[in-house]
């Protein structure tokens, strides 16, 4: 079922590759899945992206519960270290090499460090070697974290344009029902499109281990379907997880025909902005009509932005229009644009320095006419102010309209 992709992105859970008895890898399955990567490693791009690190440092913390992030962090930290040896010692067995790399959320939300991922990434599997990635707990803090792993991987497998993103999970694929409460829950084997009767399938139970469930797949898929690629979900326990996918042990999202550009993919994927601006009607209908925004369009700005920062873009308080990467920092925005619409701004706190302004009226306002058109002829009325003269003068003109 997988032999028409060329490059394919493995998430494996926690509650895969952990035995949640002994919190010890479960080396048996981890075996079988090293042969069955060895099958296609010759012909296709293999990358890994696992979980397991917390659940495998745990025992050697001593709050048990690791309700603390600082406690998580540590067992991740430890558990890190065998999870990367275990990989390599398998996949070594087969001559593969492996690379470990630790991804944090902020690696993926600034363009710069996000291109230099996929950069690294595509070299490694140019050269063959198998990335074995995994979200940096240790330093990733509460605020700005994944979450789960299906996420990441789908950020990573949209990273690196994957066609198959395939996520290894306790259950063999997405039911109408919650399929360990109901008998007659139903699989649903394909689909196309996601919308809100798909996402209410999805249910919120997590493992004992991991911190995922079928929400954060539907969400994965999504992203991933968006990207132009596929989307697997199928059960881990078997005993080989890649090449025994079939129809039947699995649910498959097919992606978009007509996915958006990377660049689109990565801007409509982020988790956080770091700033905000509102913009006046007119500048939403042209925003909505894809046309550009300009800075006359802009009544308000907030956050903490600097050049080539994600910002999102609002009409009202609650309506998010677009989202995008500013071309200035907060403090210049706030000069460019009008931030108080109940305040009337004079010409001296508009323009800083000596200017001469224009304006040719096209429609009638309070200030100007606009063109008025009379047989063979034409009237315009244009405002020209020089701020260091105080100059303020309607200039009227009348052209001839040549035949």
Aim: positive net charge; contains cysteine; hydrophobic residues 35%.
């Amino acid at each position: 079922m997988i032999n028409k992709y060329k490059k394919i992105v493995i998430k494996i859970g926690s509650s895969s590759i952990v035995n949640p008895k002994s919190k010890k890898i479960n080396v048996k399955w981890m075996k079988k899945l090293c042969e069955d990567i060895k099958k296609y490693h010759k012909e296709k791009n293999i990358i890994i992206v696992c979980s397991g690190a917390i659940a495998l440092g745990s025992p050697l913390i001593k709050n048990k519960n690791l309700r603390k992030l600082e406690d998580k962090q540590a067992a991740a930290s430890v558990g890190q270290i065998e999870l990367a040896h275990q990989w390599k010692q398998h996949l070594k067995a087969h001559k593969i090499d492996i690379a470990q790399i630790l991804i944090t959320l902020e690696d993926s939300e600034v363009r710069r460090r996000y291109l230099n991922a996929r950069k690294t990434i595509n070299t490694l599997l140019r050269n063959k070697v198998v990335p074995v990635i995994n979200e940096n707990d240790t330093v990733a803090t509460e605020e700005i974290k994944y979450g789960d792993n299906d996420r990441l991987a789908a950020r990573v497998a949209q990273m690196i344009d994957a066609d198959l993103l395939i996520l290894l999970s306790d259950v063999d694929g997405l039911y109408d029902k919650n399929p360990y409460k109901n008998k007659d829950a139903k699989k649903i084997n394909e689909i196309f499109k996601i919308n809100k009767t798909i996402e209410q399938m999805g249910n919120t139970q997590t493992s004992s281990l991991g911190s995922g469930g079928m929400v954060t797949k539907i969400a994965a898929a999504k992203i991933c379907m968006n990207n132009g690629c596929d989307t697997i979900i199928t059960h881990s326990e078997k005993t080989y997880p890649l090449s025994s996918i079939s129809q039947n042990n699995s649910s498959i999202f097919f992606a978009n025909k007509n996915p958006s550009s990377s660049r689109k993919q990565w801007l409509l994927n982020h988790l956080h902005s770091s700033g905000f601006i509102r913009i006046d009607e007119g500048a939403s209908k042209a925003v909505k009509n894809n046309k550009s925004l300009l800075p006359a369009g802009v009544v308000k700005v907030g956050g903490n932005f600097n050049r080539g920062d994600v910002i999102s873009v609002y009409f009202t308080k609650k309506e998010k229009v677009a989202i995008g990467i500013s071309a200035y920092d907060i403090n210049e925005a706030k000069k460019m644009g009008v931030v108080d619409l109940n305040k009337k701004y004079e010409l001296n706190e508009i323009i800083k320095g000596d200017s001469i302004f224009c304006a040719t009226g096209i429609t009638s306002s309070e200030i100007v006419k606009g063109i008025e058109i009379e047989d063979t002829m034409y009237k315009s009325e244009t405002l020209v102010t020089h701020k260091n003269s105080n100059l303020k003068k309607i200039v009227k003109k009348t052209n001839f309209i040549k035949e």
